[in-house]
């Protein structure tokens, strides 16, 4: 015969909750404690699953809230309009959006031009990051643009150790070249647990672009 | 003795890239012809990296550019003011924004009144997912809210089930529950390569909140 369990009021269980979460805080006050610093920060958004992109321009609309200012280039994108291309020039005093690409390296299949685009748009990023005016520069998939070798990383990291220092700066795209995982502070991988792709559903305005 | 590598003219090099490139675009059209469905997606993400809840405000940024309209509730924010509020904040007329929270449930420390703000949250959320006006819903932080009990998993996917065909879900939070991970399309888990919080950096405006 077994014991059954002692019941417990609610009373009880609010208790224990309250406990437990009052421990909980403490530890989370202590480690927010030790983190006392303010800087520009280098983020990295890579891996192969969705969201890379996107949390980037959620984080631009997130400084834009915070009254800041951005720049934005993307490397690769450019042959289709995106709905983060219309949205952020509707606020052409907040943020300067640069579309550089034109698509894929696979669409345009010439890697010559690749390049001359990608010395372009770097020239345009390097010009953003000696901006003591723009709070975060988004470098929308400069990562493949770095696996491909299309850009030295050592001209990236040299660009982005000499900008203002309050600057913030994300990365994204598949393939992050170590060194810049190095260089950075914030890295998330992104996996796909699933993707709609997969099941036969295509791109959905909004969501992918 | 060893033989020196053939030297390969730009030509060559030009030629062999753009066959290469070919044959990656063959495979990827072959892919993209095989998705021609459009629906309603159901994207989670999940994982403890950063850019969950940014990745859900940067589709909502692109819905905004393709016209559309765009529902919000927050479950855990709440305690402090964030840039994505502010920011959608500016366009009442395609964006409604919710903030249900009151801070993360160790700020709160009272389990009964949390599970009261997550009805009040996800009767909000309930109107919104059914509405065939609304592009997307934005359901921030709502991984939380299950994986803490606070509202049954079973409640969530009846309403997600029932809402307009064409309408988009984007669940944020830590600790996805397996049954919302089985009935969503896409999901991300955005794992931690390293983030600037354990360096002593403390969370900054316009990037974490």
Do not use: C
Request: glycine residues 10%; without cysteine; hydrophobic residues 40%.
């Amino acid at each position: 015969m077994s014991i059954p369990d002692t019941p417990t009021s609610p009373e009880d269980s609010e208790a224990r909750h309250k406990a437990k979460m009052q421990r909980h805080k403490a530890a989370v006050d202590a480690r927010i404690a030790r983190a006392d610093q303010d800087t520009g920060l280098l983020l990295v958004l890579t891996g192969p699953g969705k969201g890379k992109s996107s949390s980037a321009f959620g984080m631009a609309a997130r400084t834009l809230g915070h009254g800041g200012r951005v720049g934005v280039v993307q490397f690769i994108k450019g042959a289709i309009p995106t709905g983060e291309e219309r949205f952020f020039r509707r606020f052409p005093d907040e943020v300067e959006f640069h579309v550089t690409g034109e698509g894929f390296t696979w669409e345009t299949q010439n890697r010559a031009r690749d390049v001359e685009r990608v010395e372009a748009g770097w020239a345009i990023a390097r010009g953003l990051l000696q901006r003591p005016d723009i709070d975060l520069v988004v470098l929308d998939e400069l990562n493949i643009v770095l696996a491909h070798g299309y850009l030295p990383v050592a001209t990236v990291l040299a660009d982005l150790a000499a900008r203002p220092a309050g600057q913030h700066v994300v990365v994204t795209g598949r393939g992050a070249p170590p060194e810049l995982v190095e260089a950075a502070h914030t890295v998330s991988e992104i996996k796909v647990v699933k993707h709609a792709f997969k099941q036969g559903i295509r791109a959905q305005p909004g969501i992918e672009f």
